[in-house]
């Protein structure tokens, strides 16, 4: 099962357009170097760090859907061995952009020179059965086609590929307020005839970095969803699921109810 706030904005255009729009103006986690990025994702995130290692340890070949600005695919590609292979996806220019420059910083410390592209999630640009493995954290919960996302994952991975996915989880207290937070801005649009109410009015004001896009993406995002741990199962029927846990904020390991469900997933070997 799964919950959703599908929100319109202003610049007009499919949802697919408001989305990029949006990832262009406010890139995830904000933060203006790779040092500051790494700082903040890491102190948000602490079991991620672990966790990428054992992504790393175990694949060879990896494609990143949502790249982002490269916090965590510039990690990987500190941590894969030599003569590996890591392609980060993402659909905004922006984000690509500045990966781009971050991975041009680092220089000579990336053990595997990253590629990174813009496209599209729901028609990813490779050919079937061609890709080891599949990484995508905290990214496809803002897909107007989540599922669509998914069968594009399960298409170009090698049989025996594995899938490493990260989505909102609807029991978490954070994903219970947001969605709250959201509703609210919604009745605050009917009563003001504007759109996006209290988004606008952070554009405007001035509460620092240190929640990075947290608050833009509660407001301003086009597309949030979250999903239960059936709703995961769902999403993931075609793929054999090895492991299912939640994370939360502080969190060295995995935690009841915590907002992000980590599935680790196995395209099956006969599909």
């Known amino acids: 099962m799964s919950s959703e ?24 986690d904000g933060q203006e170097s790779m040092d500051a990025l790494e700082v903040y994702r890491h102190r948000k995130e602490p079991w991620l760090p672990a966790f990428l290692g054992k992504v790393c340890a175990a694949e060879s070949e990896i494609l990143e859907i949502g790249s982002g600005q490269g916090t965590d695919g510039l990690l990987m590609c500190r941590r ?26 680092l220089g000579s410390v990336l053990q595997v020179q990253p590629e990174f592209r813009v496209g599209d999630a729901r028609d990813l640009p490779f050919e079937d059965g061609s890709i080891g493995a ?22 170009v991975l090698k049989p025996g590929g594995s899938f490493y996915l990260g989505l909102y989880n609807t029991v978490s207290a954070k994903l219970i307020v947001a969605h709250l937070l959201r509703g609210l801005q919604r009745g605050l649009d ?22 990075g896009t947290m608050l833009h993406e509660c407001f301003g995002v086009p597309v ?10 769902r999403l993931l029927h075609a793929f054999e699921v090895r492991s299912l846990a939640s994370f939360g904020s502080a ?11 980590v599935a680790v997933a196995r395209k099956p070997l006969d599909p």
Not at 224 to 233: D, E, F, V
Not at 253 to 260: K, N, V
Request: aromatic share 10%.
């Open 134 to 155: 599949i990484y995508s954290m905290g990214v496809l919960h803002h897909v107007d086609d989540t599922e669509k996302t998914i069968a594009e994952a399960y298409r």
């Open 190 to 211: 009917l009563i003001t005839g504007q759109d996006r109410y209290i988004f606008r009015k952070l554009l405007t004001s001035r509460y620092g970095k240190r929640t």
């Open 224 to 233: 949030l969803k979250s999903y239960t741990a059936i709703g995961m199962r």
């Open 5 to 28: 706030s599908v929100h319109s904005v202003a610049e007009g255009g499919s949802i697919a357009a408001r989305t990029q729009a949006f990832w262009n103006a406010h890139p995830c």
């Open 251 to 261: 969190s060295e390991g995995p935690r009841a109810a915590g907002y992000l469900w």
């Open 80 to 105: 894969l061995r030599p003569g590996g292979r890591y392609v980060g996806l993402d659909h905004s220019e922006m984000s690509v952009a500045n990966a781009r420059r971050f991975a041009e910083d």
